[in-house]
């Protein structure tokens, strides 16, 4: 049976009033608490535990970007300031560690990007960008003229910029940019007025930008509108309309008084299969639904995906705490694709191994 004949499948009881399309071929999706929510291991089909290499220089102590490469896995620590390289197997191979004042150093990991082709890795410091190969050797270095919060390499030879922090200077204060390969704005949008729904706000705005293959999109956490990207374009393609208030809350604590909004959202496409994350009540949620049907379904979760990668969820976990949050989608630990691995890894629970959990849908 086909991805699609299975989602079908699955959604075939809910109903279709959750979607309508406007002119501008943008597809709104209804975003209603249900009390009602399935579990979210009815879509989950099989999963894989890939553990990352344990020694000292593989140590990552805040682990906060990994970009996933055909051979690679490159994960920016935000404490340590640094990128360790690991293998698609999750064994270590090295550290780009640069952190200073000289001029082929950086003196700190705004963010970082990977073009593959190349083997460069780029470190965003501040309005600069130093590069280096994978043996951490400089290379060299690019002034952008501005300071963006994120930049993504989009194949085979664009960039992505996020930019949320207003200036003096309306020209470069597009959310979102797209340019070529010297940084030329292609294509830009500054959606401080959105086509429904809260709108982007920019304190406390937090952001995200996903690569699949030679196209991305790009979704808000505080906002209401996905925006579709290409080599060429960047266009609108699916505006939420909440039932409820949205807000989040940026220092960690709770609030009682935002309690009946929804909270902490985040946005993830796959093949086929389209999930919304959010919070309510202290309940975590997912809206799923199928981007060529008009189908929808709520779940509950114990997760919200980190990314998606070749089609599936990604998890970043450790060994301490992988046990208690498989035994709440899969206890009888039915749907592990490596079994043995998973073993390991739980007689092993204590030494804090940090693992990948790739979740196919």
Known sequence: MSKIAILLAVFAFIPLSGFSQNSETVKRINVKYTPGAGDISEIIKSYEILPLDANLEAYLKNPCREIFSDSLILIMDGTLNKIVIFNSNGKYLNSISRKGRGPQEYNFINDFFFNSADRVVSVVDRDKIKCYNLKGEFINEVLLGFTPNRISFLPPGSHLVEKVIPSDHSESDYYI???????????????????????????????????????????????????HINSERIRPAYVFKYDKKTTIVTDGTFNPEVDETYRYLSYFELSGLNLLFYRFKNEQYCLAFNPKSESTKTFKTPFVLRDVVNGKGILLTNSLSIGKLIEMFDPGREKCSNPGILDNVLKDSESGIQCFVKICF
């Open 177 to 227: 940019r797209l340019t070529n390969k010297n940084f030329k704005t292609k294509s830009a949008r500054l959606p401080l007025k959105p086509l429904t729904g809260p709108g982007f706000g920019v304190e406390g705005q937090i952001y995200r930008t996903l690569v699949n293959g030679k196209s991305a999109y790009f979704f808000s956490y505080f906002g209401d509108t996905v925006y």
